[in-house]
């Protein structure tokens, strides 16, 4: 594809050049402004980001590694296809690796962890509101993984954030000018008060609901009937965590 037909904007970089073109891909991929199937070449993607071919080379072997582009030898990179069977799939390894460990997570949490989930929460909110679809999608990965990195399993943690970067999210600028992405950020909040009450139970159906309508919603504009479903999965055993609670004490 002609370098002026891509839908890119010239980057500005707040953290490493490699990080910052990283993200900007991603998203663009995510919400699909560069299509799936579709072959770009390094130089055609640097010029609407305003940077050099090497950087954006470098990002691309770090969204191979997570599932998002596939190498073309003396080509580019071409974007890999998720189909709504994938999305469907995907959506429930996240539900069943997810929400047991928020249920196993709540009330074993030190206090002092929420002020800085709450302020991830915030500018989640605060993203979507602004029709920021760059930083929602980068602090919505960051937020989950943050929750998830008191299980103290790094596995857990880097597959569940690579999952959630495979996804597809086509309707998301739609439901920003529809207003219905800030009703969707607030989930995140709605799940800390659970999480922060104790309230196992409840966090759990929050999680796998958010997950589950997330999903459809952000991809399609819709949600199916099914997305609100709880089902019961097999729980992370509370005494396979560390009792983070114990550090404050």
């Known amino acids: 594809m002609p370098a002026h037909n891509i839908p890119l904007d010239t980057i ?16 663009a991929i995510i919400v699909g402004d560069l299509e799936e199937g579709e072959l770009y070449s390094a130089p055609a993607l640097a010029e609407p980001l305003g940077v050099s071919a090497t950087p954006v080379r ?32 995907t959506t429930a390894v996240r539900q069943l690796l997810e929400a047991p460990a928020v249920r196993a997570l709540t009330g074993r949490l030190p206090e002092a962890a929420f002020p800085e989930l709450r302020a991830k929460a915030e500018e989640i909110s605060a993203a979507a509101a602004e029709g920021d679809l760059r930083t929602y999608l980068a602090e919505d990965r960051a937020f989950h993984a943050a929750i998830l990195q008191y299980t103290g399993n790094t596995r857990l943690v880097d597959l569940c954030t690579r999952l959630r970067g495979q996804t597809r999210l086509k309707a998301l600028r739609s439901l920003v000018d529809e207003g219905r992405l800030v009703e969707s950020a607030h989930e995140h909040i709605t799940l800390l008060d659970r999480m922060q009450a104790g309230d196992a139970e409840g966090a759990y159906e929050v999680i796998m609901h958010h997950l589950g309508h997330a999903s459809q919603l952000w991809a399609q504009g819709t949600e199916g009937t099914e997305a609100s479903e709880v089902v019961e999965v097999t729980p992370l055993l509370v005494r396979d965590l560390p009792n983070r609670a114990e550090d404050t004490e």
């Open 12 to 27: 500005q970089q707040y953290r490493s050049l490699r990080s910052t073109v990283t993200e900007a891909l991603r998203t």
């Open 58 to 89: 470098e990002a691309m072997m770090d969204l191979t590694n997570d599932g998002l582009v596939v190498p073309v030898k003396n080509k580019g990179f071409r974007v890999t296809e998720m189909t709504p069977e994938d999305l469907r799939e």
